[in-house]
Antibody
């Protein structure tokens, strides 16, 4: 069974930093691109970032470019999101998700999310 | 960025009745490979989103056949032939043609 388990969400002050993790199991992690998608509580879905299977290709939403860094460690079946210079508008539930094929394939697998709150 | 626009935003439906959700994109989602890169997701209350339909009309594994998708280019539709109580939640369309992937605002389906 495919499982994606996010962790690392906490309350952090504006301007602070945080690293989210996503532990993957039940599939061959290094065969898959991975995404981060976020959702402000009660609002819609916003794509944040993606990384290719080998980490060689990354993309970011304009809203996080230059502040967030996506990475992965295939030896640990783990995905990360380093979040710097956090803003109140970054407050959201952050999901990791995986497409079954390709970089932009439909997101077949989702984690349960980890909540990041940016507040003073 | 491609803008995705859904309608209606709220959809009250009587159980057993059909339901339809529209999704329009600001640019054609038709790729040169012949596929339209449009997917549908359902987020049930308190849950993560789940893939419902991919490439316009292909049901994801385990999705009941009362769900169907259609459309091409910039106009797409998700239909539920007979709504059941378990179908409540927020439905999102998403384009996967170009980066950044973008979602519609969501359509909240509720049972009357």
């Amino acid at each position: 069974e495919v499982q994606l388990v996010e962790s690392g969400g906490v309350v952090v002050q504006p301007g602070g930093s945080l690293r989210l993790s996503c532990a993957a199991s039940g599939f061959t992690f290094d065969d898959y691109a991975m995404h981060w998608v976020r959702q402000v509580p009660g609002k819609g879905l916003e794509w944040v970032s993606l990384i290719s299977w080998d980490g060689g290709v990354t993309y970011y939403a304009d809203s996080v470019k230059g502040r967030f860094t996506i990475s992965r460690d295939n030896s640990k079946n783990s995905l990360y999101l380093q979040m710097n210079s956090l803003r109140t508008e970054d407050t959201a539930l952050y999901y990791c998700a995986a497409p079954a094929a390709g970089l932009l394939g439909p997101l077949d697998y989702w984690g349960q999310g980890t909540l990041v709150t940016v507040s003073s | 960025d491609i803008v995705m626009t859904q309608s209606p935003l709220s959809l009250p439906v009587t159980p057993g009745e059909p339901a339809s959700i529209s999704c329009r994109s600001s640019q054609s989602l038709l790729h040169s490979d012949g596929h339209n890169y449009l997917d549908w997701y359902l987020q049930k209350p308190g849950q993560s989103p789940q893939l419902l339909i991919y490439l316009v009309s292909n049901r994801a594994s385990g999705v009941p056949d009362r769900f169907s998708g259609s459309g091409s280019g910039t106009d797409f539709t998700l239909k539920i032939s007979r709504v059941e109580a378990e179908d409540v939640g927020v439905y999102y369309c998403m384009q996967g043609l170009q980066i950044p992937p973008t979602f519609g605002q969501g359509t909240r389906l509720e049972i009357k």
